[in-house]
């Protein structure tokens, strides 16, 4: 995963979100695993709102979006698998940001002025 250009990680897990009443509107919440290259691993989030034309090709067709990222220490654990796991559980509580997709009204905003 590389959304926002600055990190690099191996497997990544995410949901997205869909709206029928806003159509075209989207929220992607992606979580992976990051070594901290000091021993310890961290949670890396990533939420991408978008507008799109297709919402059957979002890459593709992409008119607006912005993104949002949040870091969640893990500090020592034993192996990245047990980092990739906790990722993987992250992504199957993503549905708290729902809370914050139903805020939004589906338009572009200034991203700055938010």
């Known amino acids: 995963m590389d959304h926002s250009g600055d990190f690099w990680c191996g497997d990544s897990y995410g949901a997205r979100f869909a709206r029928g009443d806003l159509p ?9 695993a990051v070594e901290t290259g000091r021993g310890g691993w961290e949670i890396r989030q990533e939420t991408l709102l978008m507008v799109v034309e297709d919402p059957a090709d979002p890459g593709e067709t992409v008119t607006w979006s912005a993104a949002s990222s949040q870091v969640w220490p893990l500090g020592r654990v034993s192996f990245g698998s047990e980092a990739e796991r906790l990722a993987f559980a992250y992504s199957r509580h993503s549905q708290r940001e729902v809370g914050l997709f139903a805020a939004w009204d589906g338009e572009p905003f200034d991203v700055d002025a938010a």
Request: glycine share 12%.
């Open 24 to 32: 075209g509107s989207l929220m992607t919440v992606t979580f992976c």
